[in-house]
């Protein structure tokens, strides 16, 4: 599986984005996608996640009403809008896939990563 991951770029405080993050090959052999973030000397972040066969997303405490995850299967797609940005969102987003259904918040749980892509915010 591999995991194409982009849309970051630098936006205002307050402005918005949206990720992109486009699956290929064996995707049927994964049920889970989702995004996580990370700044330097920091630990990888869960941010949201979503099942393929759909549900209930998962969402960090810290983006839940500003972002929203999607899904286009059809494309092997899923998408990260981002509303409301603020300086501490700045980071390199990441989209991972995961085998199992767990829906993990653990980036340990997730298989195949993509490439990031930097989102900065400015103030």
């Known amino acids: 599986v591999q995991l194409q991951a982009s849309g970051g770029g630098l936006v205002q405080a307050g402005g918005s984005l949206r990720l992109s993050c486009a699956a290929s090959?064996?995707?049927?052999?994964?049920?889970?996608m989702a995004w996580f973030r990370q700044n330097p000397g920091k630990e990888r972040e869960f941010v949201a996640g979503?099942?393929?066969?759909?549900?209930?997303?998962n969402y960090a405490d810290s983006v839940k009403g500003r972002f929203t995850i999607s899904r286009d299967n059809a494309k092997n797609t899923v998408y990260l809008h981002m509303n409301s940005l603020n300086p501490e969102d700045t980071a390199v987003y990441y989209c991972?896939?995961?085998?199992?259904?767990?829906?993990?918040?653990?980036?340990?749980?997730?298989?195949?990563w993509g490439q990031g892509t930097q989102v900065t915010v400015s103030s």
């Open positions: 979503v099942r393929w066969t759909g549900g209930s997303p």
């Open positions: 090959g064996r995707t049927d052999t994964t049920n889970v």
């Open positions: 991972a896939a995961e085998r199992r259904y767990s829906l993990s918040y653990s980036k340990l749980e997730y298989d195949y």
